[in-house]
């Protein structure tokens, strides 16, 4: 339950700049793109990291694969996600995190397979994460917010559009701070 919350010491589990790679068939060859690096992503996450002296998790570069994020996503009062993302108009369930290798997280992961109900906020610090679909189900937002909150996660923020890396480092390092 919720209101218990302030009983449990805050926790942090972080995805850094997952090394993702992009597949690509070109008449029958296949190449493996990397995404561009997000050179301040390790920065951001290390500052916040350092608030929560006790108990953050930082998966980065080759760590923040899939497997260790649907495993370990559930245990942790704050998740932030300083990673590639992308908002597929046409398949929204498909949207999601750019993991390690790749790997994905996706919309219907976390629909699907996470009960997110002990995290208090998910901060999405990638590109279009707070985009939603209302063209089918006008009633309803289909995005990445309305499943983390389905979900169970209490609060969540995102982006709407393509974000710079470094002044993100600094907005999200001074909100941690002063929340």
């Not at 500052?47 to 080759?62: D, G, H, R, S, W």
């Not at 046409?90 to 999601?96: E, H, K, T």
Request: hydrophobic share 45%; aromatic share 8%.
């Amino acid at each position: 339950s919720r209101g218990h919350q302030e009983d449990i010491r805050p926790s942090l589990l972080a995805v850094s700049d997952p090394r993702h790679l992009q597949s690509l068939d070109i008449e029958g060859m296949k190449l493996h793109l990397p995404t561009p690096p997000l050179r301040f992503s390790r920065l951001e996450v290390e500052t916040i990291a350092q608030l929560f002296p006790c108990a953050a998790n930082v998966l980065a570069a080759e760590s923040a694969t899939r497997d260790a994020v649907m495993s370990q996503v559930q245990d942790y009062s704050y998740l932030h996600f300083s990673c590639h993302g992308v908002f597929n108009m046409d398949a929204p369930l498909s949207s999601g995190f750019a993991l390690a290798g790749e790997d994905w997280l996706t919309l219907s992961d976390v629909l699907d397979q996470l009960n997110l109900s002990g995290v208090y906020i998910a901060i999405l610090c990638a590109c279009q994460t707070a985009v939603t679909d209302t063209r089918f189900v006008p009633d309803e937002a289909i995005g990445l917010p309305a499943a983390f909150l389905q979900a169970g996660v209490g609060a969540v923020i995102g982006t709407l559009w393509a974000v710079a890396d470094a002044p993100t480092a600094i907005l999200l390092a001074h909100f941690y701070k002063l929340h």
